[in-house]
């Protein structure tokens, strides 16, 4: 059995011998270079997906904890490791994305939390949920949210996304800070226990900022009741980025009937917002998550409702647009996560240089066989120089035997010449217009022989 050596040098050899030296060595050089290239890039690009996300949720037990905790389980089945920053809620997941000191990928934020702020560097992966806003008060049962003025609301933290949202919704209805109503902004579980405690008359809460153990508390207290937004529908067309949302009879507890009617509630929609740079893959994961997490029926949504493309005040992710048009990429869609990130970061790489090797390896070959043929084509120089001569000096005696002569050094000469296997038509060409070009002047040189008998 040949060893890998011999088999190479009779490889070698077989190829020099059918195509000559030069061209073997030139396409050699070609293809190695292609190689080098190819490694060079593997090791300086980085183009494969990471294998760690960081999401910004929300405070602890809240809705959009909980939500993170669930991406993070999924993900974590695709070997990706996912951290988990807790924050104040929408507003403060907002900033973080904005703040590019600070280490995070994705947040939820309320859709109408970015009307005033320049979110260039941001983009949305789609609408993954609704998030109700709640009123929660005191005392006799109150038709319309104006009926809260000159009583003590209790309206979030400043700068935060219920804060925001109860000043909008209160000024559409005449309340403003000033004419007599005292606005609250305490930490939310203190704000719960103010109610309960009587120390304020209405609670405006959230699920980004508050746990859903004590917005169930609250349900189950006696004389505490859940705003009915009677005018919901005008609300929603009052403020783009507000829904229509309806809490069934029985929704929360069936046994105990609360609520004990349909009650409507407006709110925003939750965005899975993105920086920009977010690797293909993993906006992919993330929203096979989101299907997986929020594509459930729901107290406010249908099922397969969420996620959706719904664009706000934050642009589109043109990965999400074709993830929802098509689903994942065909490489994620057919290997495991961590094979697809190798098997992508190799065709980032390798498909742009193989399309310049393959117009390389195709010119070699030309350029070699036109070396080749240019080294043949002087010698048809000479053959027409033999045959000009021939005619114009037809006459000449002699002339025609000194012209074979030549062109028998001629013959003589390019039966020398050494050429490839795959390039021998070139050679045997040149020798079948020699013997052309000898046999006229045979006939010519006895033709005057002829004419010299009979004269």
């Known amino acids: 059995m040949l060893s890998p050596r011999q088999l190479f040098k009779r490889l ?97 934020v309320l859709g109408g939390e970015a009307a005033n702020v320049d979110a260039k560097g941001l983009m949305s992966l789609g609408s993954i949920s609704y998030q109700p806003l709640m009123v929660f008060y005191r005392g006799a049962t109150r038709p319309l949210l104006s009926g809260f003025k000159g009583q003590r609301l209790e309206i979030g933290e400043a700068g935060s996304g219920t804060h925001n949202l ?23 579980g203190n704000a719960v226990k103010a109610l309960l405690d009587n120390q304020v008359d209405a609670l405006f809460v959230m699920g980004d900022s508050t746990s859903t153990d004590l917005l169930r508390q609250l ?37 105990k009937d609360i609520p004990e009617a349909d009650t409507q509630l407006i709110g925003p929609t939750v965005e899975l917002i993105a920086r920009e740079g977010l690797h293909p893959a993993l906006s992919d994961l993330l929203l096979e998550a989101a299907r997986e997490v929020h594509g459930k ?71 070699y066989r036109w070396r080749i043929q240019s080294g043949i084509n002087r010698w048809y ?28 050094h001629v013959d003589a000469t390019v039966s020398k010449i050494v050429v490839p296997a795959a390039f021998g038509d070139l050679l045997y060409e040149l020798r079948g217009h020699i013997d052309f070009v000898r046999s006229r002047l045979q006939a010519d040189a006895d033709a005057q022989g002829h004419q010299e008998q009979q004269g």
Do not use: C
Not at 45 to 61: F, K, R, V
Not at 166 to 188: F, H, M, Q, R, Y
Not at 298 to 303: D, I, M, P, S, T
């Open 166 to 188: 109860a000043l909008a919704l209160l000024k559409l209805n005449g309340i403003t800070p000033g004419d007599g109503t005292v606005l609250l902004d305490t930490v939310a």
């Open 219 to 255: 349900l189950h207290t006696p004389d505490i009741h859940l705003f009915h937004f009677a005018q919901a529908d005008a609300y929603a067309r009052r403020v783009s980025y507000l829904n229509k949302l309806t809490l069934p009879r029985g929704g929360l507890d069936l046994g």
């Open 381 to 408: 120089r000479v053959l027409f120089d033999i045959e000009r001569e021939a005619v114009a000096q037809r006459t000449v005696p002699g002339k025609q035997e000194e012209l074979l002569r030549r062109l028998a």
């Open 12 to 108: 070698s050899g077989r190829l020099t011998a059918l195509f000559g030296r030069g061209l073997v060595l030139s396409m050699s050089s070609i293809m190695l270079g292609g190689v080098l290239l190819m490694l060079l890039g593997l090791w300086l690009t980085n183009s494969a997906a990471p294998t760690t996300l960081t999401i910004t949720s929300g405070p602890p037990g809240s809705v959009f904890q909980k939500t993170a905790l669930r991406y993070q389980q999924i993900l974590a089945r695709e070997g990706v490791k996912v951290k988990i920053l807790p924050s104040d809620g929408s507003l403060d997941n907002l900033h973080r994305l904005l703040d590019a000191r600070q280490t995070v990928d994705v947040g939820f």
């Open 297 to 367: 029926p729901g107290l406010f949504k249908k099922a397969g409702e969420f996620p959706v493309l719904a664009e706000h005040e934050i642009r589109l992710s043109p990965d999400a647009q074709r993830y929802y048009a098509s689903g994942k990429s065909l490489l994620y869609r057919t290997f495991p996560f961590w094979l697809a990130g190798l098997v992508a970061r190799a065709l980032a790489v390798i498909l742009p240089l193989v399309l310049l090797l393959i117009p390389a390896l195709k010119v070699a070959p030309a350029i």
